[in-house]
T-cell receptor
Framework: AQSVTQLDSQVPVFEEAPVELRCNYS??????LFWYVQYPNQGLQLLLK??????LVKGINGFEAEFNKSQTSFHLRKPSVHISDTAEYFC????????????FGGGTRLMVKP | KAGVTQTPRYLIKTRGQQVTLSCSPI?????VSWYQQTPGQGLQFLFE???????NKGNFPGRFSGRQFSNSRSEMNVSTLELGDSALYLC????????????FGAGTRLSVL
């Protein structure tokens, strides 16, 4: 079995401050990791992905994430947030032997305040 | 290139009815997956199709079914609707089966009264 845990359900932060959204995973086999963002009344948009190679992954909108195999973590970071980053963020994994079936974390609501 | 298109965007049904949701994948994509999103359970995998064959199925009752057509378009059906089926249903498409990036549609919001 595999699982994804997002440690914070809500993260309030002031505009232009740095932010880190935490994600831990559990799996007995190799996985690929993703971060998706969901704006109100919309579907999910891919922010970034880790498939292999460099453990520091850069995505869209200035986000980056670091894959840490020993700590089974894949935290998302941004050095300076904007009001427009207010959204729900989901960490997800795919078992590399199970098609495209995504297992999602519970989500973290990022609230950027002026 | 057009994205993943889901129709309709909103649906209101009553308990006991059945409903069919439609998903048109990105052109050239052959894999389609469905997810249910609710405030209580979060995002849960329903099923995945590739080349008209169901490849994976999530832990949902048999009332939930789906299919994929030769043009890769997919439909999911829910029979004998229950109040708990109220959710946002998301469709995602990928080019290949396995380890491929999924692109999501805007979803169909189903309300069961």
């Amino acid at each position: 079995a595999q699982s994804v845990t997002q440690l914070d359900s809500q993260v309030p932060v002031f505009e232009e401050a740095p932010v880190e959204l935490r994600c831990n995973y559990s799996s007995s086999v190799s996985v690929y990791l993703f971060w998706y963002v969901q704006y109100p009344n919309q579907g999910l948009q891919l922010l970034l992905k880790y498939l292999s190679g460099s453990t520091l992954v850069k995505g869209i909108n200035g986000f980056e994430a670091e894959f840490n195999k020993s700590q089974t973590s894949f935290h998302l970071r941004k050095p300076s947030v904007h009001i427009s980053d207010t959204a729900e963020y989901f960490c997800a994994l795919v078992n590399n032997n199970a098609g495209n079936m995504l297992t999602f974390g519970g989500g973290t609501r990022l609230m950027v305040k002026p | 290139k057009a994205g993943v298109t889901q129709t309709p965007r909103y649906l209101i049904k009553t308990r006991g009815q059945q409903v069919t949701l439609s998903c048109s994948p990105i052109s050239g994509h052959r894999s389609v997956s469905w997810y249910q999103q609710t405030p209580g359970q979060g995002l849960q995998f329903l099923f995945e199709y590739f080349s008209e064959t169901q490849r994976n199925k999530g832990n949902f009752p048999g009332r939930f079914s789906g299919r994929q057509f030769s043009n890769s378009r997919s439909e999911m059906n829910v029979s004998t609707l229950e109040l708990g089926d109220s959710a946002l249903y998301l469709c995602a498409s990928s080019f290949a089966w396995g380890n491929d990036i999924q692109y999501f549609g805007a979803g169909t919001r189903l309300s069961v009264l």
